[in-house]
T-cell receptor, first 114, second 112 residues
Framework: ETGVTQTPRHLVMGMTNKKSLKCEQH?????MYWYKQSAKKPLELMFV???????ENNSVPSRFSPECPNSSHLFLHLHTLQPEDSALYLC?????????????FGSGTQLSVL | QKEVEQDPGPLSVPEGAIVSLNCTYS??????FMWYRQYSRKGPELLMY????GNKEDGRFTAQVDKSSKYISLFIRDSQPSDSATYLC????????????FGKGTTLSVSS
């Protein structure tokens, strides 16, 4: 395994379902991110765990709940989503405090909310 | 005014053409400028990384930053069908990954 891996690649869920997205990074980085990518919109930063501390983002609805059990794994728990939450959800990692904090992205989970 | 403006295209060119992709921005304090390439059904990958003004070249790719005009460009020489992708510009005040502001991306199609 190399880089940043995300599962599942595709997810279809109803508005009453609960599901989780998983991300794992194999780069030895100390920060992990969730981004949302919607059609015709810029990448939107949702959550950051940097040095195992969560950076809050008050603009993200509470139906999205992140979890970072260690520096290599990141989850995004989803419940009672809305159709407008359909998007590509990207995980990324970086090395905080390095020469430059370049982001490395996974391939994303394409989420469809029915 | 949005912080970063990028024409979404699509942009279609024949193989071998020179491609110019651009972004404008409003925050004169941005210091770090990046271009990401995103293939269909993949995540973005870092293509070019530039600090402050000037040019940076890597093979067929050249990144230019004009801070006086608040304008950045990515040039692709001798474009290939494999260059077909969405190109995202990104910029930040500092090196922190949390500070990146992305453009919407420009979709490029290179036909053989």
């Amino acid at each position: 395994e190399t880089g940043v891996t995300q599962t599942p690649r595709h997810l279809v869920m109803g508005m009453t379902n609960k599901k989780s997205l998983k991300c794992e990074q194999h780069l030895g980085h100390n920060a992990m991110y969730w981004y949302k990518q919607s059609a015709k919109k810029p990448l939107e930063l949702m959550f950051v765990y940097s040095l195992e501390e969560r950076v809050e983002n008050n603009s993200v609805p509470s139906r999205f709940s992140p979890e970072c059990p260690n520096s290599s794994h990141l989850f995004l728990h989803l419940h009672t989503l809305q159709p407008e939450d359909s998007a590509l959800y990207l995980c990324a990692s970086s090395q905080v405090g390095g020469a430059n904090e370049k982001l490395f992205f996974g391939s994303g989970t394409q989420l469809s909310v029915l | 005014q949005k912080e970063v403006e990028q024409d979404p295209g699509p942009l279609s060119v024949p193989e071998g053409a020179i491609v110019s992709l651009n972004c404008t921005y409003s925050n004169s304090a941005f210091q770090y400028f990046m271009w990401y390439r995103q293939y269909s059904r993949k995540g973005p990958e870092l293509l070019m990384y530039t600090y402050s003004s000037g040019n940076k070249e890597d093979g067929r790719f050249t990144a230019q930053v004009d801070k006086s005009s608040k304008y950045i460009s990515l040039f692709i020489r001798d474009s290939q069908p494999s260059d077909s992708a969405t190109y995202l510009c990104a910029m930040s005040l500092n090196q922190a990954g949390t500070a990146l502001i992305f453009g919407k991306g420009t979709t490029l199609s290179v036909s053989s």
